[in-house]
């Protein structure tokens, strides 16, 4: 055969697979590359011509098998177009056109079926998740490791949350994704030696970002974390052999043929393609039919100005009468309600909330065997005949919600016992909010009566300590780039009290450091379909009109979010759309004022906005502001102040 039509054979051949190899987005700018060097697969992230991820590990190690080297990539891969449509009013958008590109690279060890990966590959998106194969006779496995890797190039700092040792922290609870995160920190480390929580958000020095997290987990895995590692390589983690006080297996089982959950990875040159990502969404589908139609409301509670002794009858009375006030259709009545009101009382407040268009969400204590949480109602939700008996309860006298607190795991047998809850709380018409807990993946899809998490320091922190009102403002600019992108994030924030006490008396508690304008701003930069806010009665007569009035009509649910400015731990400026209406916010944590324009492209110009704003003092006040032809309106925010505009 003659040697130069050998080479072209070979050359033919090389680039065909290589060509195959390379998963592009829709609009050509994400490219991802997936090979084997040495017998690893590996793959690279490029978006628009530069490198987000360097050269990654993918495998998993099982007990049945090292699927994470000595792999041979097949030359054919399958190729498919992604193109669907899906509505979900309790998510930033709620109604999303996802098309990406999906290959399904197979590989062989030692001339067997060993693993898919599957990628899905989207605009400024991609997944990745694995299927294993059948190993002779066995149907099952444990996967013990995944080798998933995440490389990052060499300058990327990290805006990361670590996550806490198990059963440490409150009644020994943790973890429960409530630490504070670490900005612009260099890459190499490892957090407090337990990993970091996702989501995991990167800057690539001046070529972007990218977010980590991952969908789709249910009872048939564990939640995972990034493990740090020297030289900007993160790697997927197992729960701790701790969590739970020690029950359950670190390492999922799956059946054989099985999955993984989804591995996501957002990217972009500005943070508009993290802040308006809907990959957690796009992902997964529903796991069962919505028993009713479930109402997503805002509502008040109690606890978070009062504390435990004012769980009683009268006081949530109080509130019901305050929720109808505000024309708010639910209350939240928190912890030890078991022994300080009753069941009998709980159906009178039911029947009374009923008269006055006012639904009651409930507190639980999830704990059995796991941790030291002494709130009750305790032992109702971890065990399914007492579970559902009770839930049989709360429907016959009209509970709208629960609220399950301190899980403190994200071992697989945890995962199970969420999804358990939700499962039976939708037989009997039931929302639920989870605290104390994971970070919800996918859910708001998977599960149709899921309300929010919390996965927060959310804004009990500012009534336990001054220290968190001194940083509330910072905090407030983390959370809408890295936690409430990928889920609904129960916050429980917008308070008007000067200071966090029963009556809001001058120099008794901790005292709120930023505005009535910044109360108002993060009721719109907090994203959670169910929202009960930290208003209190008082606040009808002692908090300004305009704030109160805002707080009254400010929507839950949205229909899209659009980044307009910002950088993480300094300031925040979005805008969120319901229906024709738009609601601009904005708060700024530096030590100065905040001035920058910013263009308002959804709006004509001529259009007058509503405006609320502060001055230097934080002392706010409500105006107008008319769009102009360049359609640029000049910002001005001072510390710890914000601004909020609407159509």
Avoid at 22 to 43: A, M, Q, R, T
Avoid at 181 to 193: E, I, P, R
Avoid at 308 to 329: L, R
Wanted: aromatic share 12%.
């Amino acid at each position: 055969m003659n040697f130069k039509y050998v080479i072209c054979l070979f050359l033919i051949s090389f680039f065909k697979l290589n060509a195959q190899s390379i998963v592009k987005s829709p609009d050509g700018k994400l490219n991802v590359s997936v090979f084997v060097e040495n017998g690893i697969p590996v793959y690279s992230v490029i978006y628009n011509e530069k490198t987000f991820l360097e050269k990654s590990p993918l495998g998993l190690k099982t007990n049945v098998g090292d699927f994470s080297s000595g792999l041979r990539l097949e030359a054919n891969v399958n190729q498919n177009k992604i193109d669907e449509t899906y509505q979900l009013r309790n998510i930033k958008q709620s109604n999303v056109h996802y098309t990406a590109s999906e290959a399904i690279f197979s590989f062989t060890k030692e001339g067997k079926a060993a693993i898919d990966v599957i990628f899905r590959v989207s605009n400024n998106n991609l997944a990745f998740k694995y299927k294993v194969y059948p190993q002779k006779e066995i149907r099952s496995c444990v996967v013990q490791e995944e080798a998933s890797g995440f490389l990052l190039p060499t300058g990327a700092t990290t805006f990361l949350c670590p996550q806490s040792k198990p059963m440490t922290g409150y009644a020994r609870t943790a973890p429960s994704y409530e630490t504070s995160y670490t900005l612009d920190d260099t890459t190499g480390k490892n957090g407090l030696g337990s990993g970091y929580s996702f989501p995991c958000l990167f800057k690539v020095k001046n070529n972007g970002w990218v977010l980590i997290s991952e969908t789709g987990v249910d009872s048939g895995y564990c939640a995972s974390k990034l493990i740090g590692h020297e030289n900007g390589l993160y790697t997927i983690g197992f729960p701790a052999e701790g969590e739970n006080n020690g029950n359950g297996t670190t390492a999922p089982g799956i059946p054989l043929t099985g999955e993984t959950p989804w591995r996501t990875i957002t990217v972009g040159e500005t943070l508009a393609s993290i802040v308006e990502t809907t990959i957690p969404f796009d992902l997964v589908k529903p796991k069962y039919e919505a028993s009713k139609e479930y109402q997503y409301t805002k509502g008040t509670w109690s606890w978070i100005m009062k504390m435990d002794s004012n769980t009683t009858f009268p006081v949530q009375k109080q509130y019901i009468d305050f929720s109808a006030a505000m024309g708010y259709e639910t209350i939240l009545i928190d912890a030890l309600w078991d022994t300080q009101i009753g069941r009998d009382k709980i159906a009178e407040l039911a029947k009374y909330g009923a008269e006055k268009g006012v639904g009651l969400y409930l507190w639980y204590n999830s704990n059995g065997y796991w941790n030291d949480a002494p709130q009750g109602p305790r032992g109702l939700m971890d065990n399914m005949a007492i579970r559902r008996k009770e839930m049989a309860w709360m429907k016959s006298i009209g509970i709208k919600g629960i609220k399950v607190d301190f899980f403190g795991g994200d071992k697989q047998v945890t995962m199970k016992l969420y999804e358990d809850i939700l499962a039976d709380a939708n037989d009997f018409g039931i929302m639920v909010i989870f605290h104390g807990c994971t970070l919800p993946r996918g859910w708001e899809r998977m599960y149709p009566n899921f309300a929010a998490s919390e996965a927060v320091l959310a804004s009990e922190n500012l009534h336990f300590g001054q220290e968190s009102c001194n940083n509330e403002a910072m905090n407030a600019t983390i959370h809408p780039f890295i936690r409430n992108t990928v889920g609904s994030m129960d916050f429980g924030g917008s308070a008007l009290n000067k200071f966090y006490n029963s009556d809001n008396t001058p120099n008794k508690g901790s005292k709120r450091m930023t505005s009535d304008v910044f109360a108002l701003a993060t009721a719109v930069l907090f994203q959670s379909g169910v929202q009960h806010f930290a208003l209190a009665p008082n606040n009808l007569n002692d908090a300004p009109d305009w704030a109160v009035n805002f707080m009254k009509e400010v929507p839950t649910t949205w229909d899209e979010v659009r980044f307009l400015d910002g950088y993480p731990g300094k300031y925040v400026l979005l805008a969120r759309r319901k229906g024709i209406k738009w609601y601009i916010a904005g708060v700024n944590a530096e030590n100065k004022t905040l001035k920058t324009k910013i263009k308002l492209e959804m709006l004509t110009s001529g259009t007058v906005l509503r405006c609320f704003s502060d001055d230097e003092q934080l002392n706010g006040k409500a105006g107008t502001v008319t769009i102009k032809k360049d359609r640029e309106v000049e910002i001005k925010i001072p510390h710890n102040g914000a601004i909020l505009m609407t159509n």
